[in-house]
Each structure stands twice: as structure tokens, then as C-alpha cells.
């Protein structure tokens, strides 16, 4: 357990602020992108022009908190290259932090031996995570019932092919990952097929499929299996022996209701006393850590959310903190760029985290819009901060 590291501290508009504070307005609003940015940092950095629609860039605040670049001419944050090549976070104009990048990578320029493109399967996530965001797709793009806050389905519903990739071609990816981006987890999420029991069959073939042709020993960290929760809980139990580190099921949102609104196929298809059943078999059986859910953070009220996440706690399951990237038409109904509400939300899951002795996926310098390893990281700080 991380003890004692302390967050570093920037002024913002006579504020200040934290890279924790920083991370949930960032993804929320975006950031302005010049492409003078994108020129100053070649060849230092991993990054994607921003015209490029299929990008998955982020930039590092300090104390290595990984944050999405989302390109947004109307934010009030931007990125700004200054006369001796470093890059800045600024708001509103004014400076707040000096900001860092991956290193440059050529994965964006692979294929697999069928010809796929790495970046149509897989994306790099800061310093060492490898997320395969989509690897079959979901039965509510069919039937028109895609959740509001998923860019994959939306994008697949609005055209966008999207290939889904064999056990191999993922097995190729993980290997050249492993062997020239220093990769160190391995996230895998799928669509919500119309037997959710098959997603769990799907992921038990795959990770026997990387162990054979990569070894499942040669990821030094985690790997987390994203799926819809099965009507009988054991189903999951062949995806641990065939070697999942986690399982992920999303409960979304607490509150019954905006589940409904915001996610109207998958919470009809998959109630929530069947989420439940399936989380606590994994925390029974397999141990605490092991069982995660995913809160959209920011879709609910602040109440909600945190009553959610200490009942998943309270039970060795540890509640992810995904913050919200709105998609275009539903920023303002929410909360992505409160201030208030995400400093009460993340000293709720720091206090969370270590009164329920709870370590989140993740690792430093990694997800893009997760944030439940950068609160554990600084937890202590956190609290502290929180309880003056
Ligand atoms: S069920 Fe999953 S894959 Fe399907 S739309 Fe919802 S979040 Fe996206």
C-alpha cells in the first residue's frame, strides 16, 4: 500500500489545485489542441496530430497522473509549446503546470499479420497499459439502445467499422506491446453480447489463446476482463482459471433509474440484482480485489454515487472511478466539471480504499479517464487534505 506520497500543487486562477482535482475537468471539457503542440513535442512524445479522429493521446500532469487528450477548440484548458520545446497546461491563458508525455512509440504504425491496424483494436493508455477497447460489438448498436456515455457503440452505430480482432491478432498485439512499448497491463472490454453467459466463454478461450502464443506469465502486471454480468454467477469461474487477474462488471450509475435512462439496453438485459449476484460470487470465491465495478462518474447525483461505492467496498469490491466524457448533447444535464463534486467523490474512495483495504487496477502513470489508481496512489494525501 502506497503510504505517504504527496500530491503535487499548482495555482489556478487563484486556486489550488490538485493533479487529482485537474484529471475529471480535463476529461470532462477536453482541451484545446494546437497543432504547433503536436509539432513542438515530435519525436519526444507519444502523439497523435489532432486531426486525427481515431487518436488515443494523453499527456502526464505531475506526480504521473495520465489524462486524455480529448481535443476541444471551445475548453478553457489548452496545451501551449513554449520557446524551449516543454509543453504547457494553461486555463483560460494562464499557465498552471508544466505537463509530460509517453514516449514516442511506432504502434500506431503496426499490423497484424491479417493487416489490421494495431490502433483499430488496441490502444496504448500512458506509460504501460494496453487496452483492447472493443473486441466484439455490442447487441444494442442492433437494436438501438446503445448507452449514452459509450463512444465505441455510438461510433459503431453511427458507422464506423470497427474489426473484431481473432484470439491470434490479439495475442500479436499484446506480444509486440510487451516487447517494444513496455506494456505491463493488459484491459479487455466487449460488447454485451444477447447471452451475456458467452462474453465469459469468449474471454476463457482468448486468455488461453494468449497464454499459449505469449504467455500469460510475460505480463508482468494485471490483466482485467470487462463483461457483462452472467445470469449465474459461476460462469465467471473458468475466466480465472484460464487466467484473469479481474473481472469488471459495470454497474454504471447506483441509482436505478439513470441506469435505466442512460443505459436502457444493457439495464434491461442485465438488472442489477443479477450484477450484484455475479460481484459477490467473485468476492466469495475468488477473494477481495478481485470483483471491480465501474461507476461513470459524474452521471449521478454525489449521494448516489458514494452509497454505491461504500456497498461495493463494504463487500471486497473494489468501485472504479471512471470519469465521464460526455458525449456531444448531454454535458450539461451532469456534473463532469464540478470542482465540489469530484474532490467529495475522491476523498470518498480514498477513505474507501483504505479502510476496506481495496488496491484498483491500474498503475502509475496509466489509464486515461480511470482514475481509482491515481486517488490510491495518493490516498493518504487525500484524506488528510480532506479531514482539515
Ligand atoms: S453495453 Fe457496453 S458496449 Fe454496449 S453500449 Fe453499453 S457500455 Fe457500450
Not at 456534473?335 to 481495496?358: F, I
Request: charged fraction near 20%; charge should be negative.
Amino acid at each position: 500500500m502506497p503510504e505517504g506520497l504527496a500530491l503535487p500543487r499548482f495555482d489556478m486562477a487563484g486556486e489550488t489545485v490538485t493533479p487529482l482535482d485537474l484529471k475529471p475537468l480535463l476529461v470532462g471539457s477536453g482541451v484545446r489542441y494546437p497543432a504547433a503542440v503536436y509539432e513542438a513535442a515530435a519525436g519526444r512524445a507519444r502523439l497523435e496530430p489532432p486531426d486525427n479522429p481515431y487518436a488515443a493521446n494523453c499527456f502526464l500532469l505531475p506526480g504521473e497522473v495520465a489524462v486524455h487528450l480529448a481535443p476541444n477548440d471551445r475548453s478553457p484548458f489548452s496545451l501551449e509549446a513554449g520557446g524551449d520545446g516543454s509543453i504547457a497546461l494553461c486555463c483560460v491563458g494562464s499557465r498552471v503546470t508544466e505537463v509530460s508525455f509517453p514516449a514516442p512509440s511506432d504502434y500506431g504504425a503496426q499490423r497484424t499479420s491479417s493487416g489490421t491496424p494495431f490502433g483499430g483494436i488496441a490502444v496504448l493508455e500512458g506509460r504501460g497499459i494496453l487496452a483492447f477497447f472493443y473486441l466484439w460489438g455490442c447487441q444494442f448498436v442492433r437494436t438501438r439502445e446503445v448507452c449514452a456515455f459509450c463512444h465505441q457503440a455510438q461510433a459503431e452505430a453511427a458507422g464506423l467499422p470497427f474489426p473484431s480482432p481473432t484470439g491470434d491478432e490479439v495475442a500479436e498485439v499484446i506480444r509486440w506491446s510487451l516487447d517494444h512499448a513496455g506494456i505491463r497491463e493488459v484491459q479487455m472490454t466487449g460488447g454485451t453480447l444477447s447471452a451475456p453467459s458467452e462474453e465469459c466463454a469468449r474471454y476463457a478461450r482468448l486468455l488461453r489463446t494468449i497464454d499459449q502464443r505469449v504467455g500469460l506469465d510475460a505480463i508482468p502486471g494485471e490483466v482485467c476482463c470487462y463483461m457483462s454480468a452472467p445470469k449465474d454467477p459461476a460462469a465467471t469461474d473458468p475466466v480465472f482459471e484460464a487466467g484473469a487477474d479481474r473481472i469488471v462488471h459495470d454497474l454504471q450509475t447506483w441509482d436505478a433509474g439513470l441506469r435505466a435512462r442512460f443505459s436502457p439496453g444493457h439495464s434491461r438485459v442485465v438488472d442489477r440484482p443479477t450484477q450484484l449476484r455475479a460481484l459477490e460470487h467473485i468476492a466469495a470465491r475468488h477473494g477481495p480485489n478481485r470483483a471491480c465495478s465501474t461507476f461513470v462518474v459524474g452521471l449521478e447525483p454525489l449521494d448516489s454515487l458514494l452509497e454505491g461505492a461504500a456497498y461495493l467496498a463494504e463487500r471486497g469490491i473494489v468501485p472504479s472511478y471512471s470519469i465521464l466524457m460526455p458525449p456531444a448533447g448531454l454535458a450539461s444535464q451532469l456534473h463532469p466539471n464540478d470542482l465540489a463534486y469530484h474532490r467529495r467523490a475522491t476523498a470518498e474512495y480514498a477513505r474507501l480504499y483504505k479502510t476496506c483495504d481495496l488496491t484498483p487496477p491500474g498503475l502509475a502513470g496509466g489509464a486515461h479517464v480511470c482514475m481509482c489508481h491515481d486517488i490510491y496512489r495518493f490516498m493518504d494525501d487525500v484524506l488528510e487534505s480532506a479531514s482539515c
